[in-house]
């Protein structure tokens, strides 16, 4: 592991990149001295570490795309994915469909839309740092202007940027099909990780916090 640099100010939200042999570890956030504040560190490790490995298809991988999601239902919602940086914006999540579809509402003249238009693919980012989980889906996104869609999916707190209600022209409905992705789960919570990464920190030894990881492939 490498040694930490440095962090500019007391309560900066960091990231740190430990190693690049693998990028398939999750994020961990923990407590540095009072003069750094919080930080956000990712620990790339590689696969000798004893995270279990567990990768879900069809069923398996539906259900735990609902049982995430439903932990934070907001994610960023990434476009253009030939341009470098991907452009990401947060989007609440209407539903999880039985299917593991994912719906969204969206205004027909966003720049969400507008990309979408040109290039269907999308990436979603799911993080729920309170219960240690994190999710990477990726699929194809298609537009909709259909009615029942509107109403079944309709919430009054899109009232801040849809002034019209479900008859609004701007609205539209979003669907994604997700085609693949990654996750993270640490099965003993983020308490139990937080204490076994600062012994490992300390100690020098290997990160063990039992959590389970794999690809999902609805």
């Not at 439903?70 to 990401?88: D, R, W």
């Not at 194809?140 to 079944?152: C, G, Q, T, V, Y």
């Not at 990780?193 to 600062?198: D, E, I, V, Y």
């Amino acid at each position: 592991m490498r040694v930490l640099p440095k962090f500019a100010a007391a309560n900066q939200l960091c990231t740190v990149f430990v190693s690049a042999q693998d990028l398939s570890s999750p994020p961990i956030q923990f407590k540095l001295p009072e003069r750094c504040g919080t930080a956000v560190v990712f620990f790339y490790m590689n696969h000798a570490s004893d995270q279990h490995k567990e990768d879900l298809a069809h069923g398996p991988a539906i259900e735990k795309i609902r049982e995430l999601v439903s932990s934070t239902s907001v994610c960023l919602f990434g476009t253009a994915p030939g341009h470098f940086p991907l452009t990401v914006r947060p989007m609440g999540v209407r539903d999880v469909d039985v299917a593991g579809n994912l719906w969204f509402l969206s205004g027909r003249s966003s720049l969400k839309n507008a990309h979408i238009a040109r290039e269907p693919r999308v990436q979603l980012f799911f993080t729920d740092v309170g219960d240690s989980e994190y999710l990477s889906l990726e699929g194809f996104a298609s537009i909709s202007d259909n009615r029942a869609l509107k109403e079944k999916y309709w919430t009054p707190l899109a009232k801040a940027w849809v002034d019209g209600g479900v008859d609004d022209p701007d609205l539209t409905v979003i669907k994604v099909i997700v085609t693949g992705g990654y996750y993270w789960d640490t099965e003993h919570g983020k308490a139990i990780s937080l204490l076994k990464t600062a012994a490992a920190a300390v100690t020098g030894g290997k990160i063990s916090d039992g959590g389970i990881e794999g690809s999902i492939l609805p």
